[in-house]
T-cell receptor
């Protein structure tokens, strides 16, 4: 089954404790991205990757890191989480940028206390 | 700054009515337009995409695009309670990232 898998689904952590949210897709998609979703603000892009070893900042990259060492994986790293990073996070992949459908992971609800 | 705007709602319609969801965008270079549906706490799922001016129909859903007015809409005919969700408009210039609107919350009343 074609899918984008994120883990964990739910995470509560403390300020400053490094964490990684994993994202994996099995569709051989070139393009992957991370979004955060907050009430009233919609989906905002954090980082994206057009292919292996190619990553770039989205609209809200501060406080986040990513890597794309393999085509299927695109982890999101919070080196020192803060309460303002409490949000619902989605990973998405598509065959290429722009004019093809984006497939979304199940979401990760992160709470930083 | 590329912007996509939608009325946040909630938009309430009675069961069986037509729901009309609207979206405007600022980047005239936008070439691809998508409508996603998102149930509360779930991930967005694609309903329709449209690339050309005019209407595109798929079952109860019709997407309408007017590039001159920078306007795209989604009509849902014979609305059902199961259509109650947030509808996200996404826009993409060729070869560039998606930009999502804030979403419109639709409530279909039985």
């Amino acid at each position: 089954e074609a899918q984008v898998t994120q883990n964990p689904r739910y995470l509560i952590t403390v300020t400053g404790k490094k964490l990684t949210v994993t994202c994996s897709q099995n569709m051989n998609h070139e393009y992957m991205s991370w979004y955060r979703q907050d009430p009233g603000l919609g989906l905002r892009q954090i980082y994206y990757s057009m292919n292996v070893e190619v990553t770039d900042k989205g609209d809200v990259p501060e406080g986040y890191k990513v890597s794309r060492k393999e085509k299927r994986n695109f982890p999101l790293i919070l080196e020192s989480p803060s309460p303002n990073q409490t949000s619902l996070y989605f990973c998405a992949s598509s065959l290429r940028t722009g004019n093809t459908e984006a497939f979304f992971g199940q979401g990760t609800r992160l709470t930083v206390v | 700054q590329k912007e996509v705007e939608q009325n946040s709602g909630p938009l309430s319609v009675p069961e069986g009515a037509i729901a009309s969801l609207n979206c405007t965008y600022s980047d005239r270079g936008s070439q691809s337009f998508f409508w996603y549906r998102q149930y509360s706490g779930k991930s967005p799922e694609l309903i329709m995409f449209i690339y050309s001016n005019g209407d595109k129909e798929d079952g109860r859903f019709t997407a309408q695009l007017n590039k001159a007015s920078q306007y795209v809409s989604l009509l849902i005919r014979d609305s059902q309670p199961s259509d109650s969700a947030t509808y996200l408009c996404a826009v993409s210039p060729y070869g560039q990232n998606f930009v999502f609107g804030p979403g419109t919350r639709l409530s279909v009343l039985p």
